[in-house]
Nanobody, 114 residues
């Protein structure tokens, strides 16, 4: 299983950015896909998690600003990030959890700065 994330970049505070992550390989129908982030000097933290059904959970820090969605036919997960804040600056990693194994993408850098 391989994951490839796209969409990071530099954005001003209050701006928006959309990340996407495509999974390839042996993907089972029931799985979790999610987004984590790691800021400099901090531990990696969960941002959002979405089930095959479309049900999602979010970290409190991003609720109301970030929305995750997925296209099961394309094994792709998205993260729409609105009203970005400087504290959202981090490397964002996509994740796939299936059959007890966790797979990670390469990470994409999001920088929120004026």
């Amino acid at each position: 299983v391989q994951l490839q994330a796209f969409g990071g970049g530099l954005v001003q505070p209050g701006g928006s950015l959309k990340l996407s992550c495509a999974a390839s390989g042996s993907i089972v129908s029931a799985n979790f896909m999610g987004w984590y982030r790691q800021a400099p000097g901090k531990q990696r933290e969960l941002v959002a998690l979405i089930r095959t059904t479309g049900s999602a959970n979010y970290a409190d820090s991003v609720k109301g600003r970030f929305t995750t969605s997925r296209d099961n036919a394309k094994n792709t997960v998205y993260l729409q990030m609105n009203n970005l804040k400087p504290e959202d600056t981090a490397v964002y990693y996509c994740n796939l959890l299936q059959l007890g194994y966790a797979y990670w993408g390469q990470g994409t850098l999001v920088t929120v700065s004026s």
